[in-house]
């Protein structure tokens, strides 16, 4: 069944940690989008890929960095986690119709101590 | 200032009452407007997709509404039932956004028994 899956669900890691979050798809969409959410408030997108080796920064500033080596796989690493990372990080990925049909994955919770 | 604002921030209601969530935008022009529904600590799920061009579309108990004029959408949700409980956000994709959505801060819906 076609999805996209995030790993871990949920992430506790102290300060000056490196993390890299994990977001694979299996519907071969080349538009892949991490978005990142505090409770309550709005998604906003922080890196998106248009396909392979192609990767650009989001509306929202953000110290991750991303990769697209291979299309079904687009992950999020922070290189020193601090608490102001603390959020909940959202990946998706869309087909590039007209309709731009959107699938998200369930997301990670990061909170860094 | 977002340009999606959405309406009220968050409202309980008994099971099996009706109700109607409201999405103001100032986004042009724009492709398509989407309601998601979003379960604490998932990501989110599309209930509808409208063109500007569309009215209204159902999906079960779901029923948005939109007025491309007035830059207006609303969701009613019939016969409400306690899985309805989540928040409901209001996305718009610009027509020159490559694929890029606003979203909405959601009103948060706790039906109660």
């Known amino acids: 069944e076609a999805d996209i899956y995030q790993t871990p669900r949920y992430l506790v890691i102290g300060t000056g940690k490196k993390i890299t979050l994990e977001c694979s798809q299996t519907?071969?969409?080349?538009?892949m989008y991490w978005y990142q959410q505090d409770p309550g408030m709005e998604l906003h997108l922080i890196h998106y890929?248009?396909?392979?080796?192609?990767?650009e920064k989001g509306d929202l500033s953000s110290e991750s960095t991303v990769s697209r080596i291979r299309t079904e796989h687009f992950p999020l690493t922070l290189e020193s986690a601090r608490p102001s990372h603390t959020s909940q990080y959202l990946c998706?990925?869309?087909?590039?119709?007209?309709?731009?049909?959107?699938?998200f994955g369930s997301g990670t919770r990061l909170t860094v101590v | 200032k977002n340009q999606v604002e959405q309406s009220p921030q968050s409202l309980i209601i008994l099971e099996g009452k009706n109700c109607t969530l409201q999405c103001n935008y100032t986004v042009s022009p724009f492709s398509n407007l989407r309601w998601y529904k979003q379960d604490t600590g998932r990501g989110p799920v599309s209930l509808t997709i409208?063109?500007?061009?569309?009215n209204t579309k159902s999906n079960g108990r779901y029923t948005a509404t939109l007025d491309a004029d007035t830059k207006q959408s609303s969701l009613h949700i019939t016969a409400s039932q306690l899985s309805d409980s989540a928040s409901y956000i209001c996305?718009?994709?610009?027509?020159?956004?490559?694929?890029?959505?606003?979203f909405g801060a959601g009103t948060q819906v706790v039906v109660t028994p």
């Open positions: 996305v718009v994709l610009a027509t020159d956004s490559w694929g890029k959505l606003q």
């Open positions: 409208m063109t500007f061009s569309e």
């Open positions: 890929s248009y396909g392979v080796n192609s990767t």
């Open positions: 519907m071969g969409h080349d538009k």
């Open positions: 998706a990925s869309s087909d590039g119709g007209l309709n731009y049909g959107y699938t």
